[in-house]
């Protein structure tokens, strides 16, 4: 039987010229790297964030597809897009899922595993 399996790769990166920390504002971007690493096709239907701060405030976001887009990903293909996440904190992360279709309609979730979003030398 034929497999979906997906590698999900991430970049972040403080973005200083958006934010305002004297208002408590900073603001990540992150890149994000979807390849098909399976049997099977599959498209990205829609995604669940689960955004968490230092202050350990929790906020889910969902969507459909990514960056406007629901790329419908060949075995041995990838997606890449970069986006942003606004946080009132220097610290936060984020984690989720996307939710993908077969060509032939069945449905599957694939993990984002979490990653971090901080200012440069406030982690180790």
Request: charged share 15%; hydrophobic share 35%.
């Given at each position: 039987?034929a497999t979906?399996?997906?590698?999900i790769?991430?970049?972040?990166r403080?973005?200083p010229?958006?934010?305002?920390?004297?208002k408590?504002?900073?603001?990540?971007?992150?890149?994000?790297?979807?390849?098909?690493?399976?049997?099977?096709?599959?498209?990205?239907?829609?995604?669940h964030?689960?955004?968490?701060?230092?202050?350990?405030?929790?906020?889910?976001?969902?969507?459909?597809?990514?960056v406007?887009?629901?790329?419908?990903?060949q075995?041995?293909?990838?997606?890449?897009?970069?986006s942003?996440c606004?946080?009132?904190?220097?610290?936060?992360?984020m984690?989720?899922?996307?939710?993908?279709v077969?060509?032939?309609?069945?449905?599957?979730e694939v993990?984002?595993?979490e990653?971090?979003l901080?200012?440069p030398r406030?982690?180790?």
């Amino acid at each position: 039987m034929a497999t979906t399996a997906f590698s999900i790769q991430v970049q972040t990166r403080y973005v200083p010229e958006q934010s305002d920390p004297d208002k408590g504002h900073y603001l990540f971007a992150y890149t994000i790297r979807i390849q098909n690493v399976g049997q099977v096709a599959g498209q990205l239907i829609s995604r669940h964030w689960i955004i968490a701060d230092a202050n350990n405030h929790i906020e889910e976001v969902r969507g459909l597809g990514v960056v406007g887009n629901q790329p419908l990903l060949q075995p041995g293909e990838s997606f890449e897009y970069t986006s942003a996440c606004p946080l009132p904190t220097t610290v936060g992360s984020m984690r989720g899922t996307y939710h993908f279709v077969t060509e032939q309609g069945a449905p599957f979730e694939v993990t984002i595993p979490e990653f971090a979003l901080a200012l440069p030398r406030t982690l180790h």
